[in-house]
């Protein structure tokens, strides 16, 4: 089996953490366990760009147990968990090439090795295997049936693909769930978006002003953890609608212009690139903290901020201090990566077992179903996204109520009114 992984001795510690994040996956397990019986992945290669973290790991056992041939590559240079990559190939035989910390080159490389083992279905968070596949690597279109993808930066790119006609297979778009979005990325980037920034500062949140560039799930689930930690949040919006949203959930509204002078903290989550420009750090507050949790590192003008510095060291993991010609200083996280899986474990297991339960039954439902898909992006089944649902308040030992059959007659009636 071929690998590249930092460092296969630290494999033990890899597992311990795979087991104990499992434990808080029932959802999943559920599903290994009856792939392990149907084998519904028998033949199918697959691979899979995502973060290389102890809840992929699940995902990936889950793929396995299913019958699949997997081949695991990361979707971040930075998200990798080196333990994590080591177990999987030397306790899962799982053929796994990712590297925390890798350059662009080996980014690619390690994609292009997942590939080599001649996928017939991809599964992508940020669609960087099907832009490789779509242009590098052409020749495995004729054998890929399908594919899916993770996240919202991923699902805007295969949109767009679509549109302009460049789609060669269809890719559900698993983080359009209901059980994904409104859970991995409001609750998971919430909580793992400030696990990162404090892993990273130590900073205290309690009465700072936290600036949150976009109001999507991600940056509503933000910015409820920042003001449940004592906070001033400061939401920066383009969407109408979504900056009246955050002003009912009584946040403050302004443009980074003038935000940029107030902020303590500012985290970018809006997909879009330079959201926080060069401009923009010369005004900021001496010590100022600026963090990404979108999932490209282009929401910050690193580039920007490099040419208005006149000095720059690392001070923490995952904390570059840049001093500004104006002589404030800026601290940079993560390199401007995703915080939550550069310096903190990315979403807690629990969140991640229903957009991993989505990834696991939709690969099923590919494997199925892809003679009668066009190339095309589609929304995850709806019997999938409410089962996934039922089996989480199940395995929370949450009751809920069924309607009676005069309630069901009442909802599929007209006649009755005022
Ligand atoms: N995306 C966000 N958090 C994650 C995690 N813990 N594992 C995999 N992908 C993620």
Same mark, same amino acid.
């Given at each position: 089996m071929n690998y590249d992984v $930092?460092?296969? #001795?630290l494999a033990a510690k890899g597992k311990l953490r795979i087991e104990y994040a499992g434990q808080e996956m029932p959802v999943l397990k559920l599903i290994r366990e009856r792939f392990e019986r149907e084998k519904p992945l028998a033949g199918v290669t697959l691979a899979a760009c995502l973060h290389v973290t102890t809840e992929t790991a699940n995902l990936a056992i889950t793929l396995k147990a299913g019958g699949a041939n997997v081949g695991l590559c990361a979707s =971040?240079?930075?998200?990798?968990?080196d333990d994590v990559a080591a177990a999987l190939v030397a306790e899962y035989g799982i053929a796994t090439f990712a590297i925390k910390g890798e350059d662009n080159d080996t980014y690619y490389k390690h994609i292009n090795a997942a590939l080599d083992m001649g996928p017939d279905m991809t599964m992508d968070d940020g669609a960087d295997t099907v832009a490789v596949i779509h242009s590098e690597? $052409? +020749?495995l279109l004729k054998k890929i049936i399908g594919g899916t993808e993770e996240t919202t930066t991923g699902v805007i790119r295969l949109r767009s693909m679509e549109r302009d006609g460049a789609l060669q297979y269809p890719i559900i778009a !698993?983080? +359009?769930a209901d059980t994904k979005h409104m859970f991995d990325n409001r609750y998971g980037t919430g909580q793992s978006t400030m696990d990162g920034i404090i892993r990273a500062t130590n900073v205290l949140m309690a009465g700072k002003v936290f600036v949150i560039a976009g109001y999507g799930w991600c940056g509503r689930g933000l910015a409820m953890r920042a003001s449940g930690m004592g906070a001033r949040v400061v939401v920066t919006e383009v969407n109408p609608l979504r900056a009246l949203e955050a002003t009912m959930d009584g946040y403050q509204i302004m443009p980074m212009a003038e935000a940029a002078k107030i902020g303590d903290i500012f985290c970018t989550l809006t #997909? +879009?690139? =330079? !959201?926080?420009? $060069?401009e923009r750090f010369a005004e900021m507050k001496d010590g100022a903290i600026v963090a990404n949790s979108g999932?490209? =590192? !282009?929401?910050?003008d690193i580039a920007g901020l490099e040419t208005i510095a006149k000095s720059h060291r690392q001070v923490r993991d995952f904390n570059e201090e840049y001093t500004l010609n104006n002589g404030r200083r800026v601290y940079l996280l993560g390199e401007g990566r995703l915080i939550n899986l550069a310096a903190a474990e990315g979403h807690p297991p629990s969140v991640m077992d229903m957009s991993f339960a989505n990834q696991a039954l939709c690969a099923e439902y590919m494997r199925i179903h892809a003679a009668e898909l066009e190339k095309k992006v589609y929304a995850v089944p709806m019997d999938i996204d409410q089962n996934i649902a039922a089996l989480k308040l199940k395995s929370m030992g949450v009751n809920i109520d069924t309607l009676t059959a005069e309630q069901v007659k009442y909802l599929s009636s007209w006649e009755h009114g005022t």
């Open positions: $930092k460092d296969i #001795g =971040n240079p930075l998200s990798t968990q690597r $052409k +020749d !698993v983080n +359009d #997909g +879009d690139i =330079n !959201v926080i420009r $060069k999932h490209f =590192n !282009v929401e910050i």
